[in-house]
Nanobody, 122 residues
Framework: QLQLVESGGGLVQPGGSLRLSCAASGFTLHYYAIGWFRQAPGKEREGVSCISSSDDRTYYADSVKGRFTISRDNAKNTVYLQMNSLKPEDTAVYYC???????????????WGQGTQVTVSS
C-alpha cells in the first residue's frame, strides 16, 4: 500500500522554525516529484514547494522563497521542508504529495498524506 505520512508540525512563535517530514511507505520517493501544499481555514489548498524526481530541482512559491527549503534524504525515503522565519500567515495544514513531475496544480498529484498542522502565533 502506497502511503505518505507527514510529521513535524506544531505551534511556533513568529520568527521561529519548524522542519516538516514526508515519509513514504510502499514506494521509493526518489522516483517521484514531491510537492508540499498548505491549506488555511476557508482558503483553497496552495502549492508551497516542490522537488523534482529527475534532478532534484526545487521550486518555491513567492510567499515562501528565501524562508523555506525542500530537500530529500533517499536513505530515509523522506522529503523535508525546512521552514524558517515563520509568519502568522504560514498557519495552515501542510500536506505532501507525490507524482511524476512538479506542478502547482492540486489535481496533478496522485498520492497525498494526511497533513500536519502548523500554527504560527505568539
Amino acid at each position: 500500500q502506497l502511503q505518505l505520512v507527514e510529521s513535524g508540525g506544531g505551534l511556533v512563535q513568529p520568527g521561529g522554525s519548524l522542519r516538516l517530514s514526508c515519509a513514504a511507505s510502499g514506494f521509493t520517493l526518489h522516483y517521484y516529484a514531491i510537492g508540499w501544499f498548505r491549506q488555511a481555514p476557508g482558503k483553497e489548498r496552495e502549492g508551497v514547494s516542490c522537488i523534482s524526481s529527475s534532478d532534484d530541482r526545487t521550486y518555491y512559491a513567492d510567499s515562501v522563497k528565501g524562508r523555506f527549503t525542500i530537500s530529500r534524504d533517499n536513505a530515509k525515503n523522506t522529503v523535508y521542508l525546512q521552514m524558517n522565519s515563520l509568519k502568522p500567515e504560514d498557519t495552515a495544514v501542510y500536506y505532501c504529495a507525490a507524482d511524476s513531475m512538479c506542478s502547482w496544480g492540486v489535481d496533478e498529484y496522485g498520492y497525498w498524506g494526511q497533513g500536519t498542522q502548523v500554527t504560527v502565533s505568539s
